[in-house]
């Protein structure tokens, strides 16, 4: 365990003195000492925290297939790629409105008859595409250094 906000291991009473003060219910503690703690004290248990995944940062320019993991639903990777695909075009006719709302829009509307992008209950709605797929996703125009261009 560690103190709050600090890296310096949490010091329990042992038979010769108390270390450190900790306020109760506020100890850190990271996915690989519980695994070792799980190995050395409950070997029998199989499961084990995973790694936390790395913090999600956009690069300016970044492409679908960049932006994405290799553990994100096909449906969601196509949509990254076709939502790039779509703003682009709409940028070439002069629309300048290419927020995720709106591109999730044209998804939808794309995907209604293709079978291959439905879900369990159907065509996915704009709200799911934009919710699931393009969450933190923004249009960059060629030579732009902001979204939509500003």
């Known amino acids: 365990m560690y103190e709050p906000g600090r890296r310096v ?32 004290r409950e070997p029998r248990l199989t499961y084990r925290f995973p790694a936390p995944a790395e913090a999600h940062t956009a690069q300016v320019g970044a492409t679908a297939s960049q932006e994405t993991t290799a553990s994100a639903p096909t449906w969601q990777v196509d949509a990254r790629r076709r939502a790039d695909e779509i703003a682009a ?19 939808s509307r794309d995907w209604q008859d293709d079978a291959t992008h439905h879900g369990s209950r159907g065509a996915l709605d704009a709200n799911t595409i934009r919710t699931h797929a393009l969450r933190g996703w923004k249009f960059r125009p060629p030579g732009s250094s902001g979204p939509n261009g500003s």
């Not at 900790?22 to 850190?28: A, N, T, W």
């Open 9 to 40: 291991r949490h010091q329990y009473e042992n038979d010769r003195q108390q270390v450190s003060d900790v306020r109760d219910f506020y100890e850190e503690t990271y996915w690989d000492d519980l695994n070792r703690w799980l190995e050395a």
């Open 89 to 107: 075009k709409r940028w070439n006719a002069g629309i300048r409105n290419n927020s995720a709302r709106e591109i999730a829009k044209c998804i």
